[in-house]
């Protein structure tokens, strides 16, 4: 039977979230949000059959390669994912195209070594590991390691404490998060727009719209009444969860390091591990990232039919 694809709606995101949870193991790209908010840059179209759940990206295929998420499934079901990397396979041949599978964990890849054999190539990404980060760690900012976030947080507190407000974000905030979403299109460096920028805008935009539908969690944080930055995110299974979209002002020296504690602390009784996502191999990302000590790393690959 030949994979019917359809388009991501809200209304599925129940049934594709009970893939995701169960299988995703909590990659950043495994959401219904990421699948949902970010059409510009993927795309997806999904297809739920025989108890799986595959996703096509749609917005990543060129004229060689089809490009797919690995199939949502229970991987130690070989007979069951063999003939689901086969559907992938003949539903590429089809559009005259060969597989190119996106973003792909250590399981994948392990997994198509077993059965695609010698009909894959495997290539690391770093750009795309994800940061894993102890939700403990974050909110409370412990030890010697975390000294000097502990103490920019303590500053921000001292010179801000009577001017500010930080809170769960809740319908009236909406507005004031789209206004600062846009003042960062707005300051990009000699007004030629970062094209990643507006991808990530659009996808804020579509979240805000949806808050409650797509039950995110999100922090905001206000001095004197003026909004200073925020964080939204979701869950990405029971014991994760996804901080999608950070933005701060910066002249509110500590605005990151902030929203960052505030948000985990927001988790805490709920989430074990926040996902801070890839760093896209842009360098100041990663040393940041890297300074706040990730537990582990969601390792990433492409397979790409040979």
């Keep these: 039977m030949m994979l019917e694809f359809s388009k991501i709606n809200i209304d599925r995101k129940k049934d594709i979230d009970k893939y995701y949870y169960k299988f995703g193991e909590g990659s950043c790209q495994h959401s219904f949000v990421s699948n949902y908010c970010f059409k510009d840059k993927y795309d997806d179209y999904y297809c739920e059959m025989d108890s799986t759940l595959y996703v096509l990206r749609n917005g990543l295929c060129d004229s060689q390669y089809r490009t797919y998420l690995f199939p949502m499934l229970d991987l130690n079901d070989e007979t069951k994912l063999r003939k689901a990397i086969d559907n992938i396979m003949t539903d ?31 290539s690391e990404n770093r750009e795309l590991y994800e940061y894993i980060y102890n939700v403990d760690d974050l909110a409370h900012l412990l030890g010697p390691k975390y000294y000097n976030k502990r103490n920019e947080v303590k500053s921000f507190f ?14 009236d905030d909406l507005n004031n998060i789209k206004e600062l979403g846009r003042f960062w299109i707005d300051q990009d460096a000699n007004r030629i727009i970062n094209k990643q920028l507006i991808i990530e805008n659009r996808a804020l935009d579509i979240i805000l719209n949806n808050y409650d539908e797509l039950r995110i969690i999100g922090i905001v944080v206000y001095v004197d009444n003026n909004i200073a930055g925020f964080i939204v995110g979701s869950a990405l299974n029971e014991e994760m969860v996804d901080a999608i979209i950070e933005k701060g002002n910066i002249k509110y020296k500590g605005i990151y390091r902030v929203l960052n504690n505030e948000f985990a602390k927001l988790c805490l009784e709920k989430y074990k591990y926040i996902n801070l996502e890839e760093d896209l191999g842009v360098e100041g990302l990663r040393n940041m990232k890297l300074l706040y000590h990730p537990t582990t790393y969601i390792k990433k690959y492409i397979a790409a039919e040979v």
Aim: aromatic share 6%; charged share 40%.
């Design 92 to 122: 590429a041949k089809s559009h005259n195209k060969k597989v190119l599978f996106n973003s792909i964990t250590d399981k994948a890849k392990e997994k198509i070594k077993i059965i695609g054999g010698d009909r894959f190539n495997i």
């Design 158 to 171: 001292k010179k801000y404490d009577n001017h500010l407000l930080i809170k769960e974000i809740e319908k």
